[in-house]
């Protein structure tokens, strides 16, 4: 069965610093990759996914993320955080369903940026 | 930019007592799901309908719940006899194909209480 883990549930930074949120996924078949992020008192938005092709996808507000599938991970980074940047991030994975894909969550990570 | 908008933002209910959760997703998606989120767990998925018909549903999705497309707008989650483990955030769905590779649209959720 495929899961998802996520072993940071709480990362706090400070501004302006480097951050890497991990993931680590388990399958045993082809998975794709997503990371979504929930603003306090928001639904999910998609943030960025990994399909095929190059293993390093990025988003359009500075993360990116790398596939790695010899460790099954597909770890968050962001160079440079911002105090907007304070959310939960959840990983997930899509699997083959019978009528469509299905997609499984990791169980978060809460990151909080320090002023 | 087309939103999935879901009411009510908090729904506060007696144990045992029916609950109905509503959504309107993007109007030419054609795929619509319910999750939920139980209070510092993670997203779990509940169910997936598709032309009218339930494409797919986990083991959580049992006899109290059922799903609903009264008209052409809307998708509800309806809850026969709410239980104290309900109370979870429930979050809508939807995308414009089963597929992966097309991104699955979240509402801001709503919060259910059972007392």
């Known amino acids: 069965a495929q899961s998802v883990t996520q072993l940071d549930s709480q990362v706090p930074v400070f501004e302006e610093a480097p951050v890497e949120l991990r993931c680590n996924y388990s399958?045993?078949?082809?998975?794709?990759l997503f990371w979504y992020v929930q603003y306090p008192n928001q639904g999910l938005q998609l943030l960025l996914k990994?399909?095929?092709?190059?293993?390093l996808v990025e988003s359009i507000n500075g993360f990116e993320a790398e596939f790695n599938k010899s460790q099954t991970s597909f770890h968050l980074r962001k160079p440079s955080v911002h105090i907007s940047d304070t959310a939960e991030y959840f990983c997930?994975?899509?699997?083959?369903?019978?009528?469509?894909?299905?997609?499984?969550f990791g169980p978060g990570t809460s990151l909080s940026v320090i002023p | 930019e087309p939103e999935v908008t879901q009411t009510p933002s908090h729904q506060v209910t007696q144990m045992g007592q029916e609950v109905i959760l509503r959504c309107v997703p993007i109007?030419?998606?054609?795929?619509f799901y319910w999750y939920r989120q139980i209070l510092g767990q993670k997203v779990e998925f509940l169910v997936s309908?598709?032309?009218?018909?339930?494409?797919?549903k986990s083991e959580i999705f049992d006899d109290q719940f059922s799903v609903e497309r009264p008209d052409g707008s809307n998708f509800t989650l309806k809850i026969r006899s709410t239980k104290l483990e309900d109370s979870a955030m429930y979050f809508c769905?939807?995308?414009?194909?089963?597929?992966?590779?097309?991104?699955?649209?979240f509402g801001p959720g709503t919060r259910l209480t059972v007392l």
């Open positions: 769905a939807s995308s414009e194909t089963g597929s992966f590779m097309y991104e699955q649209f």
């Open positions: 399958s045993s078949v082809s998975v794709y």
């Open positions: 990994y399909l095929s092709g190059s293993t």
């Open positions: 997930a994975v899509s699997v083959a369903g019978t009528s469509y894909d299905k997609v499984i």
């Open positions: 109007s030419n998606h054609l795929y």
């Open positions: 309908f598709y032309n009218n018909e339930i494409s797919e």
